[in-house]
C-alpha cells in the first residue's frame, strides 16, 4: 500500500511563498511519475503541476506557470513544490497523487493517479 503524505500548508501573505512537501512510501517512489492538485471550497480538484518518473519532465497549469515548482528528490521518496508569488485564489488544499502506472507518462487528469495524500491546506490572505 502506498502512503502520501503532505505537510508544509499554511497561511502566508499575498506575494509570499511556501513550500509542499509530499513524502512517499510503499512502493519504488521513482519509478512513477508524481503530481499536485488542488481544490478550493466549492470547487472542483483542478490539476496544478506534474513531474516525470526521472524528474526530467514537468508541466504545469496555465495558472501557476512561472511561480510555481514542481521538483523530487528519488533519494528521499519526496515530491516537492515551490510556490512563489502566491495569490488570493490559489488558497485551496493541496494534494499531491503518485501516477498509476510504472514509468508511465504524467497525467493531467485525477483518473490518472491512484493514491492520494490527505492534503495541506494554504491559504493566502493578508
Known amino acids: 500500500q502506498v502512503q502520501l503524505v503532505e505537510s508544509g500548508g499554511g497561511l502566508v501573505q499575498p506575494g509570499g511563498s511556501r513550500r509542499l512537501s509530499c513524502a512517499a512510501s510503499?512502493?519504488?517512489?521513482?519509478?512513477?511519475?508524481m503530481g499536485w492538485f488542488r481544490q478550493a471550497p466549492g470547487k472542483e480538484r483542478e490539476f496544478v503541476a506534474a513531474i516525470s518518473w526521472s524528474g526530467g519532465s514537468t508541466y504545469y497549469a496555465d495558472s501557476v506557470k512561472g511561480r510555481f515548482t514542481i521538483s523530487r528528490d528519488n533519494a528521499k521518496n519526496t515530491v516537492y513544490l515551490q510556490m512563489n508569488s502566491l495569490k488570493p485564489e490559489d488558497t485551496a488544499v493541496y494534494y499531491c497523487?503518485?501516477?498509476?502506472?510504472?514509468?508511465?507518462?504524467?497525467?493531467?487528469?485525477?483518473?490518472?493517479?491512484?493514491?492520494w495524500g490527505q492534503g495541506t491546506q494554504v491559504t493566502v490572505s493578508s
Open positions: 497523487a503518485a501516477d498509476r502506472y510504472y514509468k508511465g507518462e504524467m497525467s493531467l487528469l485525477p483518473d490518472g493517479y491512484n493514491y
Open positions: 510503499g512502493r519504488t517512489f521513482s519509478s512513477y511519475a
